[in-house]
């Protein structure tokens, strides 16, 4: 059974980068598409974007111009990394298989933006 | 980008009952991309729905989806004890971003 699950610093500096990254285990990262949602608390999910395996990308047009997500088939994982944060970055961030439904899903870590 | 408006916020039933969501769209949702998910606290979301009314693997079929453009409907046949959680739909038509809606808490009553 395949299983995600999300690494990373649970607390970023304002106007520094989130970095996070997605361990796939127990099958290929290969022929698949791979995701990044964010649930800021008390709301609702946000789609960040996703990565094909061949390392091409799709982002929400709203984080463009601060996001970047990237894929390591050796190391079978995938990164997301979002730059300039606020606060309004804070947010449960999942990861997920697949760049449209979700059928796989990491537990999620929590990332605080604060000094 | 294409607003998903869930209904209602917050639907209160007992275990056997039938349950029925709503996620209705601003715009029409191409080829029925639309998903839904249950999403409990301290768990991540679980798919149920792809594709308007495709059951997702393992997914027991007193879940069913329909629905197509803008208007689309989970239903929950039979209200088991482990049903009662938040539900999100989610567009992943031709235009983005990908979007959800804002969620329909199903609440034991």
């Known amino acids: 059974q395949v299983q995600l699950q999300e690494s990373g610093p649970g607390l970023v500096k304002p106007s520094e980068t989130l970095s996070l990254t997605c361990t796939v285990s127990g099958g290929s990262i290969s022929s698949y598409y791979w995701s990044w949602i964010r649930q800021p608390p008390g709301k609702g999910l946000e789609w960040i974007g996703y990565?094909?395996?061949?390392?091409?990308?799709n982002y929400n047009p709203s984080l463009k111009s601060r996001v970047t997500i990237s894929v390591d088939t050796s190391r079978n994982q995938f990164s997301l990394r979002l730059s300039s944060v606020t606060a309004a970055d804070s947010a449960v961030y999942f990861c997920?298989?697949?760049?449209?439904?979700?059928?796989?899903w990491g537990q999620g870590t929590l990332v605080i933006v604060s000094s | 980008e294409i607003v998903l408006t869930q209904s209602p916020g917050t639907l209160s039933l007992s275990p056997g009952e039938r349950a029925t969501l709503s996620c209705r769209a601003s715009q029409s949702v191409s080829s029925r991309y639309l998903a839904w998910y249950q999403h409990k606290p301290g768990q991540p979301p679980r798919l149920l729905i792809y594709?308007?009314?495709s059951r997702a693997t393992g997914i027991p079929d007193r879940f069913s989806g329909s629905g197509s453009g803008t208007d689309f409907t989970l239903t929950i046949s039979r209200l088991e004890p482990e049903d009662f959680a938040v539900y999100y739909c989610?567009?992943?038509?031709?235009?983005?971003?990908?979007?959800f809606g804002q969620g329909t808490k199903l609440e034991i009553k």
């Open positions: 594709d308007a009314s």
């Open positions: 997920a298989r697949g760049g449209w439904s979700h059928d796989r």
């Open positions: 989610h567009q992943y038509g031709s235009s983005l971003p990908y979007t």
């Open positions: 990565v094909y395996f061949s390392g091409s990308t």
